[in-house]
């Protein structure tokens, strides 16, 4: 177990810019929580009994349901009833589950190692490069088997892998870290392109051949008999295996790259591995089911809400919903203008379409925010933002830390080259997310008494004394502003911290790091204050009156730091708070909590609008003083 070194350990133990390293020990940075196998085999144990039967429920309504019901004593004396049954119903639902599972599999595992909930194999563009592989074979009448494989099943797989190699590469193009807004343009550009492909193939080739790739586009599971699933089998349950191996890779991924990677992840040979099963999957489906759309996006976004947002739990899941959810929407394609029949594309599309608009306009909406301020410096404020951005982590939100201006002499470089402070360096990692200069825009490196030198967005401006400084108000405002937008757009929660004390009444109007902040932010804010310094109460109460009315109203609490001994010689003290803040006791709870319950906490703290305070202790015992050993009174 790994305890928090003392002041004067951190002090010695300092982060140096040199050759972009952090020489940071392990004991600093690496407070995740050890992983709970019993926890994930008790989740398992609950979702795949649901999901089975839920798989078997729509495996009868699939059988059952049709042009014509299903009548079993028909099955036992009528051949054609039988031959209708085994050779023609019974293999399309089977061939609906296998497309649907691989489909919302495949999309599972993009969405972690892509780390976007809008990635899928539709809307990364690899179901269109897969369509115009497979076009191409029906269009020069490539129904011939190369060593008893179909060359259509070899020219979809070829044109997903060249798709998801161009997806990954041009989600890169920004440098090492992947972008998202890049990745989801990569897919819409390879759409775009591949159906103008097969455009031009459907122009270009006859008119039984046009009109076969156009029966195809639309997504159809017609099939007779079990042949062609046997031939897809013998390809999928590769992939399948492969995908499913991975999951504690992809789990560890989706906390970021270099997170991955200290823990002992081989990035590289994983992303490998996953382009290569999920190209296998998808180009062995769209060959035979075509560019079924959605499934990918549906069904884990789904099995997300039901199941958390563990991987290792979230991958069977997919699997088994995926299938389960194919098989019910072909049911509805066959029945819903009977005797005729829609394509299941179609009713896959419709579905899937206003799913992705609200996934996207949840994404683009600006993250909710939660800041800490202190009632002076050395209050504990960096140490508690690294706290929570691990406990919200851990809780399976996209959290980031961001402070607008910093003071210190040493820097961290990200890996694109950007200087921040060695503080949000290390929040950065207990959030999982990579360290970036959008979490740090302004730092200062004092050079006297009077002066320093200023660095904004990981360059350096100039030296300025103090008086210059603050003359650039309004430019340090614009960089501080644009930051925080473009990182509480990556992210659902953006912890920020403040600097020194909120009020500061001779630099209130000029410091953009505290209640400027906020405002920007929106943020919900948390006063912390050291209870080791003396004078908690009078720091707390002093700081509280010193703050304007509506800006009162943005604090939803106190954060007592280093509070050990008797939790209950500390009443009095919170009566008096109490009556001193007008502060009302909205939580009552148990000393000794457990991370899960102070999560609760700070989650009700960052959704709700708060009209009072709550007395929050957070207490460290002089023993173990482990970020995971914490526990949270909440009064």
């Excluded at 703050?547 to 604090?555: C, D, G, K, N, S």
């Amino acid at each position: 177990m790994h305890s928090i070194p003392s002041k004067a350990q951190r002090e010695t133990d300092t982060l140096e810019l040199n050759g972009a390293n952090l020489a940071v020990p392990p004991a600093t940075v690496d407070n995740r929580r050890p992983i709970n196998r019993t926890r994930i085999a008790v989740r398992l144990r609950v979702a795949l009994p649901l999901l089975i039967v839920g798989l078997i429920v729509s495996l009868l309504i699939g059988l059952y349901v049709g042009y014509q019901p299903l009548d079993l004593a028909a099955l036992k004396s009528d051949p054609i009833a039988r031959a209708v049954f085994f050779r023609l119903r019974l293999p399309r639902v089977v061939m609906a589950g296998l497309v649907g599972s691989s489909l919302a599999l495949v999309g599972a595992a993009l969405q972690a190692l892509f780390r976007n909930p809008l990635a899928d194999p539709f809307t990364l563009g690899v179901s269109g490069g897969a369509s115009l592989g497979a076009s191409v074979a029906i269009a020069f009448g490539l129904g011939l088997n190369l060593v008893g494989v179909p060359l259509i099943f070899i020219a979809a797989f070829v044109g997903a892998a060249m798709s998801v190699l161009l997806v990954y590469r041009l989600a890169h193009s920004g440098g090492s870290a992947m972008l998202p807004g890049a990745l989801l343009l990569a897919g819409i550009v390879l759409n775009l392109w591949a159906s103008a492909g097969v455009l031009v193939i459907q122009y270009l080739a006859s008119y039984w051949r046009a009109l076969q790739i156009l029966r195809w586009l639309i997504g159809s599971l017609d099939v007779v008999g079990f042949d062609l699933i046997w031939k897809m089998l013998i390809f999928q349950i590769p992939g399948w295996v492969v995908l499913i191996a991975c999951a504690r890779e992809l789990h560890l991924l989706a906390t970021g790259e270099e997170s991955a990677a200290s823990l002992g992840v081989n990035v590289r040979r994983t992303e490998r591995m996953v382009f290569l099963a999920s190209s296998l999957i998808v180009g062995v489906t769209v060959s035979v089911g075509g560019a079924i759309g959605f499934v990918g996006l549906i069904v884990p976004h789904a099995a997300r809400l039901l199941f958390g947002q563990d991987v290792r739990v979230l991958l069977p899941a997919s699997f088994l919903l995926g299938a389960a959810f194919l098989i019910l929407a072909d049911t509805l394609a066959r029945v819903a203008i009977s005797p005729g029949e829609l394509p299941v594309g179609a009713i896959t599309a419709l579905l899937g379409g206003p799913v992705f608009l609200l996934l996207l306009r949840t994404k683009d909406k600006m993250a909710k925010a939660l800041m800490v301020l202190g009632t002076a410096s050395d209050a504990g404020k960096s140490l508690t933002v690294a706290a929570l951005c691990r406990i919200l982590r851990q809780d399976g939100f996209d959290v980031a830390p961001f402070k607008a201006q910093n003071m210190a002499l040493n820097s961290f470089a990200t890996r694109e080259g950007h200087e921040i402070g060695c503080a949000q360096a290390m929040q950065a990692q207990a959030a999982g997310v990579e360290p970036h200069v959008d979490m740090n825009p302004i730092l200062l490196k004092p050079t006297s008494d009077v002066g320093s030198q200023v660095i904004i967005n990981g360059k350096v401006l100039g030296n300025y004394c103090g008086v210059d400084y603050y003359r650039r108000k309004r430019q340090l405002l614009r960089a501080v502003t644009e930051a925080y937008q473009r990182l509480a757009a990556r992210h659902e929660i953006v912890v920020l911290e403040g600097a020194g004390s909120p009020v500061e009444m001779n630099l209130k109007d000029s410091v953009v790091v505290n209640l400027k902040m906020a405002e920007i932010a929106d943020a919900t804010c948390l006063l912390v204050t050291d209870i080791d310094r003396g004078g908690v109460f009078a720091s707390l109460v002093g700081t509280y009156a010193l703050l304007e009315p509506q800006e009162r109203a943005r604090f939803c609490g106190f954060l007592i730091n280093k509070f050990r001994g008797d939790i209950g010689l500390f009443a009095s003290g919170v009566d008096y708070l109490t009556r001193s803040t007008w502060a009302k006791r909205l939580w009552e709870i148990e000393r000794n909590l457990s991370f899960n319950c102070s999560a609760w906490v700070m989650k009700k703290a960052i959704t709700m609008v708060p009209s009072a305070l709550t007395v929050v202790c957070l207490a460290r015992t002089c023993t173990d003083s482990s970020i995971r050993e914490m526990g949270w009174h909440s009064y």
